[in-house]
């Protein structure tokens, strides 16, 4: 699997695309859009078979609706489209809605060619391309989910049979293959490494504190985990961590700590610099194979000088798993040593 295309159309100040091929480093200024761009395909990717656009899920929290229309005009309909390689063919899919008046579109694409386009009409739907006449018998507001083409009569179109096939190949193909790291997101107002080891979910680790002790600990103790023990010892090495450890501090609670230059310390108050690499590393570890990880900031906290050798590390574990990179960076340094181990560079 692999995003080939995203585009992001007045979704906050978006209103373009992006080509992608393989790992990639999305480059630009501060206010460019680049945070925009990963949260725009994190929105839709937690959304992926809900019955609803999801501003907060496990991802990505948009605390209120205004923060993504554009202009914070909740009457203007926002857009983002994907298109995934999946096997030897291409699919896409875009999802338009407006809050205010709850007005919703869906397109559905073969090799980047619209196939069908679908939208609410009154309380259900209705195929607005192409030229057939069928009505949904529900408004389709499901995201990434064959759901939206339930018909009110038969169809014998086949354009949109193979919307459905479509719709089903991305819903399953998408699951639990996607990861976005990010200091925006769910814990971001919780800057520590403690953590209630019952309020975290499986597979994410997020940005600083919470997530990062808590899949840490599951690596430690949990049986399951044991393969991945010493390739993240060795990883560690990257984020200047000699050793790690997780115990419990009180009922239900734990902490981190960790070994640096030969002396252990609560991992909160290590450097800016191991906070933001450990995160990155430990997501890379305890992704599934074949899925995308956004990592956003991936600059951030490093040394100049470092960044080459640093990405170089990212890309050795996503080759090993097969994953694609998506990252957003604003550090030359960093574009340099993208286009030096030939990562596609996309310049905002």
């Avoid at 599934?288 to 990212?314: F, G, K, Q, R, T």
Wanted: charged share 25%; net charge negative; glycine share 6%.
């Amino acid at each position: 699997m692999e995003l080939r295309r995203l585009c992001a159309r007045k979704f906050r100040s978006l209103d373009g695309c992006i080509d992608l091929r393989g790992s990639a480093l999305v480059h630009g200024p501060p206010n460019s859009g680049k945070t925009s761009y990963l949260e725009a395909l994190s929105m839709l990717m937690q959304s992926r078979g809900e019955q609803w656009i999801l501003f907060e899920g496990p991802l990505l929290i948009v605390h209120e609706a205004e923060d993504v229309h554009r202009g914070g005009d909740t009457s203007i309909p926002f857009t983002v489209e994907t298109h995934w390689l999946l096997e030897d063919r291409v699919y896409g899919y875009s999802y338009t809605y407006a809050t205010k008046g709850g007005y919703v579109e869906q397109i559905i694409y073969e090799d980047f060619e619209p196939l069908l386009k679908i939208a609410k009409s009154g309380q259900r739907g209705v195929v607005v391309y192409p030229d057939i006449k069928v009505e949904l018998c529900t408004a389709p507001y499901a995201v990434l989910n064959e759901d939206v083409l339930i018909a009110c009569s038969p169809v014998d179109d086949e354009r949109f049979k193979r919307a459905e096939r479509i719709l089903m190949e991305l819903r399953i193909g998408l699951k639990d293959s996607f990861y976005f790291v990010s200091g925006r997101r769910l814990a971001a107002w919780k800057y520590t490494y403690e953590t209630h080891v019952d309020l975290l979910p499986a597979t994410s680790v997020g940005p600083e504190g919470q997530y990062t002790a808590h899949q840490i600990s599951r690596i430690l103790s949990q049986p399951q985990f044991e393969p991945l023990r010493e390739y993240l010892y060795k990883l560690l090495k990257a984020a200047r961590i000699e050793d790690v450890r997780v115990g419990l501090v009180s009922t239900g609670r734990i902490a981190m700590y960790v070994k640096s230059g030969g002396v252990w310390t609560n991992a909160y108050n290590v450097g800016n610099f191991t906070k933001a690499v450990l995160p990155i590393l430990v997501q890379l570890v305890l992704s599934n194979e074949n899925s995308v990880v956004a990592i956003d900031d991936v600059d951030l906290a490093v040394p100049e000088d470092y960044a080459e050798e640093l990405l170089s590390i990212y890309l050795d574990v996503a080759k090993l798993k097969r994953l694609q990179l998506i990252m957003a960076s604003k550090s030359e340094a960093f574009k340099k040593a993208s286009e030096r181990l030939g990562l596609t560079v996309v310049e905002l």
